[in-house]
């Protein structure tokens, strides 16, 4: 099992940047693909972004493509989404996921963090 955490979140203004941070910690971090995931008041969870174990390996969903960037630091057992140039329509929760396969699929992704809020003001 691995445990996930996410910090970061807030209230900002539209053109405005913020990082999110996702900790994990029980199994091995490096064994996991690791996911950020969002989810709007009154819609379906959405794919944002996805890294590979290494790192060397990233997707995004078209529209965050340009704007935020994904990372993660093995060494820290932690994936990070950086997120510039925040619109209004970007305000949701998001959460960080990992899971065995590289994917966009919430399906695919095998444990979950309970989310951070983000609120983008115009």
């Known amino acids: 099992q691995v445990q996930l955490e996410e910090s970061g979140g807030g209230l900002v203004q539209a053109g405005d940047s913020l990082r999110l941070s996702c900790t994990t910690s029980?199994?091995?971090?490096?064994?996991?693909?690791m996911g950020w995931f969002r989810q709007a008041l009154g819609k379906e969870r959405e794919f944002v972004a996805v890294?590979?174990?290494?790192?060397?390996?990233?997707d995004y969903a078209a529209s965050v493509k340009g704007r935020f960037a994904i990372s993660r630091d093995n060494a820290k057992d932690t994936v990070y989404l950086q997120m510039n140039s925040l619109k209004p329509e970007d305000t949701a929760v998001y959460y960080c996921a990992a899971g065995p396969l590289f994917s966009s699929r919430p399906s695919e992704f095998t444990h979950w963090g309970q989310g951070t809020q983000v609120t983008v003001s115009s």
């Open positions: 029980g199994r091995p971090f490096q064994m996991y693909v």
């Open positions: 890294i590979s174990q290494s790192g060397r390996v990233t």
